[in-house]
């Protein structure tokens, strides 16, 4: 079978009559009905009931159809991404992403995108959320993934995904003492009542302000009352801190999951109560203006995180 099988059926079952399929296709109807003849005789089948008026398609030509618009489409979408692939002049993409999350972000990106499309060059660019707003909309890189959509009317920003935060503590703090701490998980977190937790330091990391500042708003709900509050200057040293007993920090699930083990072993996952740090892919939206680079590695990236949306 071939296009022209497709067309020819789907066009007379469209019409419900070969006379008026022959004019769409340009064809003479004698030559249009032994050509329908031939093709039911290779097939084994009758395609179209001939005694009804107007002529209809047959259980065997409905199945036929069902697969000839499926191979069509299949077929269509195939010449588009192959225009497409070649289409590709080897612009390299300047993609912002943020420090600490930065990588967890990329190991999944970059290697869907290489395999998709090997000739797309990736330039990964980590700097403060708010230097990557401007960056973006000063047009010094492509697009951006950040924690919050970006008020410029150019600019679109797709959530794509949110992240878990926990607050954790060393499994053998004072506070958690009568816990079940050895138990817990990514998975299966402590859950406590915070109101009854004393004694009790909470490490902030400055780095990553806007996901601290998540934490702690929803730790104010749950009437979590910290004894003092420590800053910290980057995520390690706020594990590290917090693995020597001096206090509790909040910290994603991406982070805890992939830290060094070393230290992320000794500590406790504790759950808050909806807790948790969007994630946008922002970028120019004007799409039509983009590089067919651009086009494909935002569709690459919606892909996977619509497949699985958590880190």
């Known amino acids: 079978m071939n296009d022209k099988d497709f067309h020819y059926v789907l066009t007379i079952s469209k019409c419900n009559?070969?006379?008026?399929?022959?004019?769409?296709?340009?064809?003479?109807?004698?030559?249009?009905?032994?050509?329908?003849?031939?093709?039911?005789?290779?097939?084994?089948?009758?395609?179209f009931d001939r005694s009804s008026s107007p002529i209809c398609l047959t259980s065997a030509g409905k199945?036929?159809?069902?697969?000839?618009?499926?191979?069509?489409?299949?077929?269509?979408?195939?010449?588009?991404?192959?225009?497409?692939?070649?289409?590709?002049?080897?612009?390299?993409?300047?993609?912002?992403?943020?420090?600490?999350?930065?990588?967890y972000i990329l190991s999944r990106i970059i290697p869907r995108v290489i395999h998709a499309y090997p000739n797309i060059q990736i330039d990964p660019i980590q700097d403060l959320a708010g230097n990557l707003v401007k960056r973006l909309t000063a047009h010094q890189i492509d697009a951006a993934f950040v924690c919050s959509p970006i008020s410029d009317a150019a600019i679109r920003s797709e959530l794509l995904f949110y992240e878990k935060i926990y607050l954790v503590g060393h499994r053998n703090h004072p506070a958690l003492i009568t816990h079940d701490t050895a138990n817990a998980t990514l998975e299966h977190p402590l859950i406590l009542?915070?109101?009854?937790?004393?004694?009790?330091?909470?490490?902030?990391?400055?780095?990553?302000?806007?996901?601290?500042?998540?934490?702690?708003?929803?730790?104010?709900?749950?009437?979590?009352?910290?004894?003092?509050?420590?800053?910290?200057?980057?995520?390690?040293?706020?594990?590290?801190?917090?693995s020597q007993c001096i206090g509790f920090t909040s910290v994603l699930h991406c982070q805890l999951k992939y830290s060094h083990p070393g230290i992320t072993q000794t500590l406790c996952p504790i759950h808050i109560n909806d807790c948790k740090l969007p994630f946008y892919l922002s970028y120019n939206s004007?799409?039509?203006?983009?590089?067919?680079?651009?086009?494909?590695?935002i569709k690459e990236v919606l892909k996977e995180y619509q497949a699985a949306p958590y880190i």
Request: aromatic residues 6%; proline residues 4%.
């Open 193 to 242: 009542d915070f109101e009854k937790l004393r004694n009790v330091s909470l490490i902030h990391c400055k780095p990553i302000a806007i996901m601290s500042y998540i934490a702690e708003e929803a730790l104010k709900k749950a009437h979590f009352q910290p004894e003092k509050e420590i800053k910290a200057s980057s995520l390690p040293l706020a594990l590290d801190l917090t």
């Open 63 to 103: 199945r036929f159809c069902i697969y000839a618009n499926t191979i069509l489409d299949l077929e269509n979408k195939l010449l588009l991404e192959l225009k497409q692939a070649s289409s590709i002049s080897g612009h390299t993409i300047k993609v912002g992403v943020p420090y600490v999350t930065g990588e």
């Open 286 to 297: 004007h799409i039509s203006n983009t590089t067919p680079e651009m086009e494909l590695f």
């Open 17 to 47: 009559s070969i006379s008026k399929a022959a004019e769409l296709l340009y064809v003479s109807q004698p030559a249009l009905s032994r050509y329908i003849n031939s093709l039911e005789e290779k097939l084994g089948v009758t395609l």
